[in-house]
């Protein structure tokens, strides 16, 4: 439980640091001393310590808030006032994002629910009103699975082509999902459910003309990737969908830039999936390669995703205070 001690013993700490802050957003990290950018980094790693400590008590939601401001504010200096580098990348890739992706991981469970009721609806719907599932596919599709053969076979006569279109087009898609958090979240919620529904629906004409296996074993190796994309993208809309409807103890305003700068580190994560996944979509999938090596490319990148975003396969990160000071002193 925090206590006003507690709090006291800490409070001249996140006051420089909001100090500290507050001066390299007026002039510039080039302002600050080297000991300031020293003090910068350390008072950033302590505050975001004690945020994740405030965060265990449900009495401190107003604590908490300030906290999370002073150190989203204080992150924009420590990690993205640098130059860009492999290094940093690999840091966010493999350190931040998987703790973005935990501490938000609500609001993608929430974007696999409406997915799923989507899925859901749509094999009701096609189940009960087969005269539905033609007018939504159309007779070219219907008459492709009703002759047992794929509608994407066509991808193999162009795979380069087709591969970087299936690329821009699934960015595309989570991007417009990850900016209808905008829309009180209405579009967001709309993409997931329509999404999903359109899976419930070919997924049903599949299993009803015995193609839900060939279905299987083309969606399995670049689905593994893209389907969790799909929900990130969602869940990152979400976020900024309630930093605009709940502020909480925060203005409207900053309760939205808030939400804005964790959904747009959520939704970062996804790039290089999709990336590969459209690779993959557009060489693999199609192909004849064996069904055993494309449910087996699944399964590696579907645990390769669990090992990553639960950070099962390393102790936890602790950040060097003269590395910090170093790359702070760097970008001044």
């Known amino acids: 439980?925090?206590?006003?001690?507690?709090?006291?013993?800490?409070?001249?700490?996140?006051?420089?640091?909001?100090?500290?802050?507050?001066?390299?957003?007026?002039t510039g990290l080039k302002s600050l001393s080297v000991q300031e950018l020293r003090d910068l980094g350390l008072l950033y790693r302590q505050a975001a310590a004690d945020l994740s400590a405030v965060r265990t008590d449900d009495g401190a939601r107003t604590l908490e808030a300030y906290l999370n401001r002073l150190v989203s504010r204080a992150h924009n200096f420590v990690y993205s006032g640098g130059r860009l580098s492999p290094r940093t990348l690999w840091r966010f890739m493999f350190y931040e994002y998987p703790r973005v992706f935990r501490r938000l991981l609500p609001y993608t469970a929430a974007a696999f629910v409406?997915?799923?009721?989507?899925?859901?609806?749509?094999?009701?719907?096609?189940?009960?009103?087969?005269?539905f599932m033609h007018a939504m596919l159309g007779p070219h599709m219907l008459d492709t699975i009703e002759h047992h053969k794929m509608w994407t076979d066509s991808i193999l006569g162009s795979k380069p082509q087709e591969s970087s279109a299936i690329m821009t087009n699934n960015i595309s898609v989570c991007f417009m999902t990850f900016a209808g958090g905008i829309t009180a979240g209405l579009f967001t919620v709309w993409l997931m459910f329509f999404n999903g529904f359109q899976l419930g629906v070919v997924g049903t004409a599949c299993f009803q003309h015995d193609m839900l296996f060939r279905l299987a074993t083309f969606v399995a190796a670049h689905g593994a990737l893209e389907l969790p994309s799909i929900f990130i993208a969602g869940g990152a809309g979400l976020r900024i969908a309630v930093g605009l409807l709940f502020p909480g103890y925060l203005g409207r305003r900053d309760a939205l830039a808030l939400a804005g700068q964790e959904a747009i580190r959520l939704l970062a994560g996804t790039v290089p999936l999709l990336?590969?996944?459209?690779?993959?979509?557009?060489f693999l999938s199609p192909s004849g390669a064996p069904t055993a090596l494309k449910f087996a490319v699944s399964g590696v990148l579907t645990a390769g995703m669990i090992l990553w975003l639960s950070e099962g396969w390393r102790a936890r990160l602790v950040i060097d205070a003269n590395a910090v000071e170093a790359e702070l002193a760097v970008s001044a």
Do not use: Y
């Open 275 to 282: 990336i590969v996944a459209g690779s993959l979509e557009g």
């Open 114 to 131: 409406l997915f799923c009721l989507g899925v859901g609806l749509g094999v009701i719907v096609t189940v009960v009103r087969p005269e």
């Open 1 to 26: 439980m925090i206590t006003n001690r507690w709090i006291a013993l800490r409070k001249d700490n996140w006051g420089r640091l909001e100090a500290l802050a507050g001066q390299a957003e007026l």
